[in-house]
């Protein structure tokens, strides 16, 4: 008889294969690179713009699942997406990446996110992980060097949320429409975080260690609340501005934070980590619904959105395992074979693809919202899949 872990290992193995995997292998353009948008219906959108995150996610998600599973497909897309994004995101005069591009490669929103220099270093070091391509590597460092020059705030601790093209100060620094003008983010400062310590474990320099250690204590320190929640937005002396309660960022947080403590190879640095990460988990569970999915988030109103993101629901996977294998909480285990289940039932798309990008309120799939985009890409529901596989190793 076959087991309800082994049927979770099972169907989350065949979607990140046949459901996530082979619908972006569809999605090379034969001009270069990777299309820019598909729509909920599954059709191209050919000239679409093409944002940054989208295409670091597209180097990481491949370089990782060829890693993993030695397919050489795998290999040749993500090689395919970092000689496009080494062509047209980086910048030749000033470094760093720009935000988006034209179809063409042309620059289209040159400014600088220190969220997309995070994304554009986690996915080259991913990448180099499984080439060992000097070019790859040198191009993560350079990225690094730059972002500690550039973004680094010396006298408050922390990373400014986005510069102009030439490093100049920026009016609007926010991420996206969903986002307000802040000097700093929580957003921002995790991924940061993700990006060093995927580049640290292919590249030991003590500079990075600090880097890497400086946003770990951030973390704890800063950017958690005493509430357990993260905290979204901040001015550039740390004051806190107000902001959701985002379930999927605490319990994405909880486990990323651990990942990234254990990067550092140091005990006492995953010791001090431990409990932060342990009050992160439980307080994005308090989002958690009868049917093991995740809200979205607390307004500052009061108010709840409770559509189910695709991003969120993966997250919720992915760190009620690690709070189950890592932190001894033995429910978490049924936490999030529940959610998996809310998405293989309600998000994974079958007949066309991928993932809807939510369930909406009313209980029906948000077909306004696309497939692939600017911020739709194969990185949260991807990582799931190939986090579970990891875990039962």
């Known amino acids: 008889m076959t087991t309800k872990t082994e049927l979770f290992l099972q169907e989350t193995a065949e979607v990140l294969k046949d459901n996530i995997l082979d619908f ?10 990777f299309y820019g948008e598909v729509r909920a219906s599954g059709e191209i959108v050919p000239d679409a713009p093409r944002g940054v995150i989208l295409n670091a996610r597209i180097i990481w998600a491949f370089a990782a699942a060829y890693r993993r599973l030695r397919h050489p497909a795998y290999l040749a897309a993500a090689e395919a997406a970092r000689d496009w994004f080494l062509d047209h995101f980086f910048d030749p005069e ?17 400014k600088k996110q220190l969220y997309a220099q995070g994304f554009a270093i986690y996915g080259l070091s991913e990448l180099y992980k499984a080439t060992h391509d000097a070019r790859t590597l040198e191009a993560a460092i350079d990225l690094f060097r730059m972002t500690e020059a550039h973004f680094a705030d010396p006298e408050n601790g922390g990373y400014l949320e986005a510069l102009a093209r030439d490093f100049q100060p920026l009016a609007d620094m926010s991420l996206s429409a969903h986002d307000i003008n802040a000097d700093k983010t929580m957003n921002s400062h995790l991924h940061l975080m993700e990006g060093y310590a995927n580049l640290y474990q292919v590249w030991a320099d003590p500079s990075l260690k600090s880097a890497l250690e400086h946003l770990i204590e951030l973390t704890c ?38 990942e990234c403590a254990l990067a550092t190879r140091d ?68 936490r999030a074979i529940a ?13 066309k693809g991928e993932w809807y990008w939510a369930v909406l309120p009313d209980g029906k799939p948000d077909l306004a919202s696309p497939k692939a985009g600017f ?19």
Request: net charge negative; glycine share 10%.
């Open 339 to 351: 959610c998996w289940n809310y998405i293989r039932d309600h998000l994974v798309d079958r007949k």
């Open 24 to 33: 972006w292998l569809g999605l090379r353009d034969p001009r270069g690179g």
């Open 221 to 258: 320190t800063r950017i958690m609340g005493p509430d357990g929640h993260l905290q979204l937005y901040f001015r550039r002396d740390w004051r806190v501005l107000p902001g959701a309660v985002s379930y999927g960022h605490d319990i994405e947080t909880s486990w990323l934070l651990l």
């Open 267 to 334: 005990f006492a640095v995953v010791n001090r980590v431990r409990a932060s990460a342990a009050a992160l988990g439980r307080a994005g569970n308090e989002g958690l619904l009868p049917d093991g999915s995740m809200l979205y988030e607390k307004l500052p109103d009061g108010t709840v959105d409770d559509s189910r993101q695709w991003w969120v629901q993966a997250e919720t996977v992915v760190g009620n395992l690690w709070l189950w294998k890592y932190q001894g909480d033995m429910a978490a285990a049924d």
């Open 375 to 393: 911020w739709k890409c194969p990185y949260h529901n991807a990582r799931m899949c190939l986090e579970i596989m990891n875990l039962f190793d």
């Open 94 to 110: 000033y470094s760093g990446v720009y935000w988006s591009v034209t179809a063409a490669g042309e620059p289209l929103e040159s």
